[in-house]
C-alpha cells in the first residue's frame, strides 16, 4: 500500500485551517470549530479496504478518468483534469476540513476472484461543521460528514455498496470516539443513495437549499439517543 505524506503547508493557512479554501469549505468558524482536526480514517473489514487518495501517484489520472464517466459527471460536475485534481488532493492533506479517499473491493466476494482488489469509488470523510451543511443543523465541532463516488458500475445494483454503508458509520465513530454524528447529503433526488442511507440507519433531518441550484437530503446517524437531532 502507497503511503501518503501529510505535510501542514507553510503558506498562510485561512481560519479553516487549509492553505486555499476548497469548494464548499467554510472559512469564517468558531475557534472551537477550526481547531478540530481532519477525521482520522476509518479501518474496514474485508472485503473492504480504505486508502487516502495520493496526489504524488496515479491517483488524480485516476479521478480525472472516473469524474468524466456519464454517471457521476452529472451527480458529481467535478470533470477535472489530473493537475487539477492533484492540487485539489494537496489542499485536503494540508487543512483540516477533509480527507480524500480510495475505497477497495476484493472482487472474490463477487464470485470474481480473478478480478482481485480493485479500486472502486472515491470517498471524502469531512468536518460537518467545516462545511456548508453545518449551518443547516445544530453541528457539533467533531461532526463528520461524507461524500461517495461509485466510479465502478460493476458493484452498483449488488448489494455492495449498501453493505459498505452499513459498516461506515460504525467504522467512522470506531476511529473518531468524539464524532457524534455521521452525515450524508445527497441531492435530493438520489432516491437509490437515500435507500441506502435508511438501510443503514440514517435519519432524515430536512430537504435544504444549501444554494439556489442544490437542493440536498440531509440525513444523518447519532452516536447515541443524546445525539439525535430535532427534523426541519
Known sequence: MTKVTIERSTEQMNPAG???????????????V??????????FAAPFSLRL????????????????????????EQDWDADRRRDNFRAQLAGTYSRPCILSLDFDVLGEPELGVRDIAYLEFYRAAKDEIGRFYDSDPSDIGF????AD?????????????????TAVFAA????????GDPDHRNVAIS???????????????????????LQYVPRTPKDVVAPR
Open 153 to 169: 458500475t460493476a458493484v452498483i445494483g449488488k448489494g455492495i455498496m449498501s453493505a459498505w454503508i452499513s459498516t461506515m458509520t
Open 53 to 76: 487518495a495520493d496526489p504524488d501517484g496515479a491517483d488524480p489520472e485516476l479521478l480525472a478518468e472516473w469524474m468524466a464517466r456519464p454517471h457521476l459527471l452529472e451527480s458529481w
Open 147 to 150: 461524500h461517495i463516488a461509485t
Open 195 to 217: 435507500r441506502s442511507l435508511a438501510k443503514a440507519g440514517f435519519r432524515l433531518i430536512g430537504e435544504i437549499d444549501v444554494r439556489p441550484d442544490r437542493r440536498i437530503a
Open 34 to 43: 477550526a481547531a478540530i482536526p481532519a477525521p482520522a480514517l476509518p479501518v
Open 176 to 183: 473518531d470516539p468524539a464524532c457524534r454524528r455521521v452525515l
Open 18 to 32: 487549509t492553505p486555499t479554501a476548497l469548494p464548499r469549505e467554510q472559512t469564517d468558524l468558531p475557534a472551537e
